[in-house]
Nanobody, 123 residues
C-alpha cells in the first residue's frame, strides 16, 4: 500500500516561486522508494489533467512538459521518500490542483495518487 501526501501549495502572486513536496509512505517505503517512478500532474477547473514532470526510478532521468519547461523542476530525495516540484516565475495559468503520483518500473499507468495541493496564482 502506498500513500502520497502533497504539501506546499498556496496563494502567490505572478512571478513568485513555490515548492511543492510529496511524501510517500507505506509498507513498501522507505526501502523501495527509489524503485518508483514519480510524477507531477495538475488539473485546472474545467480542464483535463495535465502531465507536468516525472523523475524515473532507473536513473533519475527527468522529463518536464514543454508548457512549464524552464520554470519548473522536479527532484527527489530517496532518503526522505520525497519528491519536489520547484515552480518559478509562476503565472495565473499555473493555477490548478497539483497531484503527485507513483508507479513501479514497467507500469504504464500511475496507480497511486495523492490528494492534491491547490496552487493559486493571482494578483
Amino acid at each position: 500500500q502506498v500513500q502520497l501526501v502533497e504539501s506546499g501549495g498556496g496563494l502567490v502572486q505572478p512571478g513568485d516561486s513555490l515548492r511543492l513536496s510529496c511524501a510517500a509512505t507505506g509498507r513498501a517505503f522507505p526501502n523501495y522508494f527509489a524503485l518508483y517512478t514519480m510524477g507531477w500532474f495538475r488539473q485546472a477547473p474545467g480542464k483535463e489533467r495535465e502531465f507536468i514532470a516525472a523523475i524515473y526510478a532507473a536513473n533519475s532521468a527527468k522529463v518536464v512538459a514543454d508548457s512549464v519547461k524552464g520554470r519548473f523542476a522536479i527532484s527527489r530525495d530517496n532518503a526522505k521518500s520525497t519528491i519536489y516540484l520547484q515552480m518559478n516565475n509562476l503565472e495565473p495559468g499555473d493555477t490548478a490542483v497539483y497531484y503527485c503520483a507513483a508507479k513501479q518500473r514497467g507500469e504504464a499507468e500511475y496507480p497511486y495518487w495523492g490528494q492534491g495541493a491547490q496552487v493559486t496564482v493571482s494578483s
